[in-house]
């Protein structure tokens, strides 16, 4: 098993739509989540982070964690055509520095 | 606002060729990253510097080097560029007692 898993994708959406994004992870050490968005040609950039069990809700976008299921989420509402992009998961676990992104899944929001 | 700069966006090079890529970050972070990213492959870790001078080597470091010389300046070194190295390469950087990571704009690099 990948140590982050995102679904496959890619996921199109119509405008106005909440699009669902989720991703695994395998190690139950991990500590931090991420979600990063990447638009095409453009580098990643960090859009919401969750540490704890529960929802953490931030605009429009709410990030979802359970770690007794290893199971990260990402809720979009209201979605935007300007929110398709690329969204990457990432984890880090406790004592290490490093981020452990999963393959990402390519979000379209149609008009 | 945090500033991650990369040497070049563009990069065409021969095999064999000795490639360096240079990262810059403005914001006195301790750790710095080397990431290539392909598709269906997403974003791999090549190698990370927690201080100057310290290196650690990430998932695919086979084929690369390092070098932190000064804690703002990262570099990433192909000894001898192969066509398998043709990638978007990213740096990013980090302070320790912060989540958030910044990424540079990448340079793709392609190896004829």
């Known amino acids: 098993q990948k140590e982050v898993e995102q679904n496959s994708g890619p996921l199109s959406v119509p405008e106005g739509a909440i699009a669902s994004l989720n991703c695994t992870y395998s190690?139950?050490?991990?500590?931090?989540f991420f979600w990063y968005r990447q638009y095409s040609g453009k580098s990643p950039e960090l859009i919401m982070s969750?540490?704890?069990?529960g929802d953490k809700e931030d605009g429009r976008f709410t990030a979802q964690l359970n770690k007794a299921s290893q199971y990260v989420s990402l809720l979009i509402r209201d979605s935007q055509p300007s929110d398709s992009a690329t969204y990457l998961c990432?984890?880090?676990?406790?004592?290490?520095?490093?981020?452990?992104f999963g393959k990402g899944m390519k979000l379209t929001v149609n008009p | 606002d945090v500033k991650v700069t990369q040497s070049s966006r563009y990069l065409v090079k021969r095999t064999g060729e000795k490639v360096f890529l240079e990262c810059v970050q403005d914001?006195?972070?301790?750790?710095m990253f080397w990431y290539r990213q392909d598709p269906g492959l997403g974003l791999r870790l090549i190698y990370f510097?927690?201080?100057?001078?310290?290196?650690e080597k990430g998932d695919i470091p086979e084929g690369y080097s390092v070098s932190r010389e000064k804690k703002e300046r990262f570099s990433l070194i192909l000894e001898s560029a192969s066509t398998n190295q043709t990638s978007m390469y990213l740096c990013?950087?980090?302070?320790?007692?912060?989540?958030?990571?910044?990424f540079g704009p990448g340079t793709r690099l392609l190896v004829l």
């Open positions: 990013a950087s980090r302070t320790g007692g912060q989540e958030t990571q910044y």
């Open positions: 190690d139950r050490v991990s500590q931090s």
């Open positions: 969750i540490y704890s069990n």
């Open positions: 990432a984890v880090r676990k406790g004592g290490s520095e490093k981020l452990v």
């Open positions: 914001m006195d972070h301790e750790n």
């Open positions: 510097s927690y201080d100057v001078k310290m290196k």
